[in-house]
């Protein structure tokens, strides 16, 4: 075995111990340099609209000297952009591939005078893309706003309105939605699209009933007839009349009648002959009347007929419903509970 009997010589370079074995011709090793990466700016700094770059520019500093190389800008789910630098910095443009907050950080690899380092981290919050919906109606309504600007996985909500005597039919490109209270609410955004509203007459969206829930009617007693009128579509029916007509048996210029809706649907009561020509229907909502006829003590006729006639300004057509009773001296007993000899 052969001893080393040459000078060693150690010295702290550095940080760290370097050995010299100078009398046997080895030579010194040399330590790397350690760095500092810095994210300087972001531009803009954000929020970005998904689909849109940022531009982070990161400096590389060493103790001594210039590093050269490469950084890595990444976003933490997996977008990144390269960086060669120059003097020690350097930019490239992010594109993050999904929406949310971004913990972007900017790593530096080394080169061969200058260890490796990793930036803090810096927020980027990324946001869904801002679509464009548009609506359109006709002449007979309107829709609003004619456009707005929506995220992606959210809803577009416009107010309707139809002119007296109409109701809407809504179509277009924006996935299905819902018509409720004069508000249209698309469904879930996923692009540009467009809302269509086609104002059409009200008579196939609503309903007419009229009954006294009996078959009979006493000659000289009185008959309590319920109306109602249905809406089947969201949005409100404006400028409806509604009017009765009768079989001579009836003494409608004696008719009582109030209304069960608000004042600013239907007049709230009146007497003589059953008439109200300001109506409105609530979107996928009724109003109902009670309606209180004499029947004549010397009615002409066997039966009792009361038509309800409900009209609007593009209808075709009134709708019409009938309902009809048996004219009678009297018909249930007196142990019917709560008889009225029209049971």
């Known amino acids: 075995m052969r001893w080393i009997s040459s000078d060693l010589k150690v010295a702290?370079?550095?940080?760290?111990?370097?050995?010299?074995?100078?009398g046997e011709g080895f030579a010194a090793s040399a330590s790397l340099d350690t760095t500092t990466t810095t994210i300087t700016s972001m531009v803009p700094p954000g929020?970005?609209?998904?689909?849109?770059?940022?531009?982070?520019?990161?400096?590389?500093?060493?103790?001594?000297?210039?590093?050269t190389g490469s950084?890595?800008?990444?976003?933490?789910?997996?977008?990144?952009?390269?960086?060669?630098?120059?003097?020690g910095s350097g930019s490239c443009d992010l594109t993050p591939s999904s929406a949310g907050t971004k913990s972007v950080t900017a790593q530096y690899v080394g080169d061969a005078n200058f260890m490796g380092s990793t930036s803090a981290a810096s927020s980027l919050?990324?946001?869904?893309?801002?679509?464009?919906i548009t609506s359109s109606g006709d002449a007979n309504g309107s829709i609003s706003p004619s456009s707005q600007y929506v995220t992606d996985?959210?809803?577009?909500?416009?107010?309707?309105?139809?002119?007296?005597?109409?109701?809407?039919?809504?179509?277009?490109?924006?996935?299905?939605?819902?018509?409720?209270?004069?508000?249209?609410t698309t469904?879930?955004?996923?692009?540009?699209?467009?809302?269509?509203?086609?104002?059409?007459s009200a008579e196939s969206a609503l309903s007419l009933q009229v009954t006294d829930d009996h078959a009979f009617a006493r000659y000289g007693a009185s008959i309590d007839y319920t109306v109602t009128v249905s809406n089947s579509v969201g949005v409100d029916v404006l400028g409806l009349t509604i009017s009765?007509?009768?079989?001579?048996?009836?003494?409608?210029?004696?008719?009582?009648?109030?209304?069960?809706?608000?004042?600013?649907?239907?007049?709230?009561?009146?007497q003589g002959a059953f008439l109200d020509n300001a109506v409105t229907i609530p979107g996928k909502g009724s109003v109902s009347w009670l309606v209180t006829v004499p029947?004549?003590?010397?009615?002409?006729?066997?039966?009792?007929?009361?038509?309800?006639?409900?009209?609007?300004?593009?209808?075709?057509?009134?709708?019409?419903?009938?309902?009809s009773d048996t004219a009678v001296i009297f018909h249930d007993s007196f142990d019917v509970p709560y008889g009225d000899g029209a049971q």
């Open 295 to 323: 029947v004549l003590p010397g009615a002409p006729d066997v039966t009792a007929d009361y038509t309800i006639n409900l009209n609007g300004p593009p209808f075709a057509a009134p709708i019409m419903q009938t309902d």
């Open 244 to 270: 009765a007509a009768a079989s001579a048996d009836l003494d409608t210029g004696s008719s009582q009648w109030m209304c069960f809706g608000s004042n600013t649907q239907c007049q709230q009561q009146g």
């Open 47 to 67: 929020p970005i609209t998904l689909g849109s770059s940022a531009t982070v520019s990161v400096t590389v500093a060493g103790n001594s000297g210039t590093p």
């Open 12 to 22: 702290c370079v550095a940080g760290l111990l370097v050995a010299s074995l100078a």
């Open 187 to 200: 469904g879930s955004i996923t692009g540009d699209c467009a809302v269509s509203a086609s104002f059409v």
């Open 153 to 184: 996985g959210n809803t577009a909500a416009f107010n309707v309105t139809a002119n007296n005597g109409y109701t809407v039919i809504i179509s277009g490109t924006c996935p299905a939605g819902t018509l409720s209270h004069n508000v249209y």
């Open 125 to 132: 919050i990324v946001t869904p893309p801002a679509r464009t």
């Open 71 to 87: 950084v890595t800008v990444s976003d933490g789910t997996g977008a990144s952009c390269p960086i060669t630098l120059a003097g």
